[in-house]
């Protein structure tokens, strides 16, 4: 279990940087433009596709066993991690408490982004049944 443990905390970390960067370009240049919803839409394919390529090369450069119930632990890693760690930008980039940060996941833009963040976290698996069925 070492392995997912390692390979978790690689895949968020990879893909919190992308994240962060096309997050604050949302937040400057779409959303003005199309609104909180739409740029979100917009975010949601790029960081999607970011995630989907990270994980499958995280498991591979690491040698993560292609097992489901290791990719379902990096996966929870990943997720936990990016759980903090946007709580903690959203207090002191944003300035907003965590019943507020929380609050957000009540519209669009926030169940939006929930919904990509467990589609992040299920990907190693996702990846990992795949690729056990390829075999077959």
């Not at 937040?27 to 199309?34: G, S």
């Not at 379902?72 to 965590?98: Q, S, T, Y």
């Amino acid at each position: 279990m070492g392995v997912a443990i390692r390979a978790g905390f690689l895949y968020f970390a990879l893909v919190f940087v992308a994240g962060f960067v096309l997050g604050a370009i949302r937040t400057f240049l779409l959303t003005p433009v199309l609104g909180d919803t739409f740029a979100v839409l917009v975010e949601l394919p790029a960081m999607l596709l970011i995630s989907w390529v990270v994980s499958r090369d995280t498991i591979s450069r690491l040698g993560v066993p292609r097992e489901v119930p290791t990719g379902l632990m990096m996966g929870a890693v990943a997720f936990a991690l990016l759980l903090v760690a946007e709580a903690i930008a959203d207090r002191f980039l944003a300035g907003r408490g965590l019943a507020e940060h929380f609050r957000a996941y009540e519209f669009a833009p926030g169940l939006l982004g929930l919904g990509a963040q467990i589609l992040f976290a299920l990907f190693p698996a996702l990846q990992m049944l795949w690729a056990g069925s390829r075999r077959r």
